[in-house]
C-alpha cells in the first residue's frame, strides 16, 4: 500500500506576506482560485508522489543522518509571480532570493530519493511558495499589475530548522497534509 509524499520546509506567513495574500485574493473576487490555506504553506523541496513503504522506512532510516550535517540557515521571501500566462495561469507564488544552503539542501534530498529508488527531476530546482491555483481567472489586468507592483518586493525573511516528511491525502476540499516525521537541521 503506498502513500502520496513529499518532502518539505513548513513556511509560517507574516503580517507582509498575509497582507499581500488578501490584496490579491480581494484584486481576484471574481475568478475562480483554490487559495491555499496560511496554516499548512510550505516550501516543496521535493514532491515524490507514490511512495511504497519500503521507501518510506528507507527514507526515514536515512534522512536524520543527511539533515544532520546542515546547520540551520535564513532564507529571504521575495517577489512574487505566476507559472503559466498573465491571461490563462496556473499557479501563483511568491519566490525566495537565492540561496546556497537552500540549493544545497534540495540537491541532497534529491540524492536521498534517487537513492531509494526514485527517477531524478528533469526541471531544476526553483523554491517558491504556493499561493494558490488557479481554475480560471476574470480579473488579469489586476493580476499583471499586482505582480509587477511586487516584483522585487521582500516579504520575509525565516530560519529553517526542520524539514517535514509529507503524506498528501486528497480530499474533495482539498488536499490534507500529515506529517510522517520531522528532522531537525545541525540536531
Known amino acids: 500500500m503506498s502513500k502520496r509524499t513529499f518532502i518539505a520546509v513548513n513556511i509560517k506567513p507574516e503580517e507582509k506576506l498575509l497582507a499581500f495574500i488578501h490584496e490579491l485574493q480581494r484584486e481576484l473576487g471574481r475568478s475562480h482560485i ?3 490555506n496560511p496554516a499548512t504553506m510550505h516550501l516543496t523541496l521535493r514532491f515524490l508522489g ?6 518510506i522506512g528507507q527514507i526515514l532510516n536515512e534522512a536524520p543522518g543527511l539533515f544532520n550535517r546542515y546547520k540551520p540557515f535564513e532564507i529571504e521571501m521575495k517577489g512574487s509571480g505566476k507559472f503559466g500566462s498573465v491571461q490563462n495561469p496556473k499557479i501563483f507564488w511568491i519566490g525566495f532570493e537565492e ?7 534540495a540537491r541532497e534530498v534529491e540524492s536521498l530519493v534517487q537513492s531509494v529508488g526514485f527517477e531524478s527531476e ?4 526553483r523554491p ?10 476574470k480579473e488579469a489586468d489586476n493580476l499583471k499589475k499586482k505582480l509587477e507592483d511586487y516584483r522585487e ?4 525573511r525565516m530560519m529553517i530548522k526542520e524539514t ?8 474533495p476540499a482539498g488536499p490534507f497534509y500529515r506529517p510522517i516525521q520531522k528532522f531537525s537541521l545541525g540536531a
Open 34 to 36: 483554490n487559495w491555499v
Open 50 to 55: 507514490s511512495t511504497t513503504k519500503e521507501q
Open 99 to 105: 540561496n546556497e544552503a537552500l540549493s544545497g539542501l
Open 122 to 125: 528533469d526541471r531544476i530546482f
Open 128 to 137: 517558491h511558495l504556493t499561493l494558490g491555483r488557479v481554475k480560471w481567472l
Open 153 to 156: 518586493v521582500t516579504f520575509q
Open 164 to 171: 517535514v516528511f509529507y503524506e498528501s491525502i486528497l480530499k
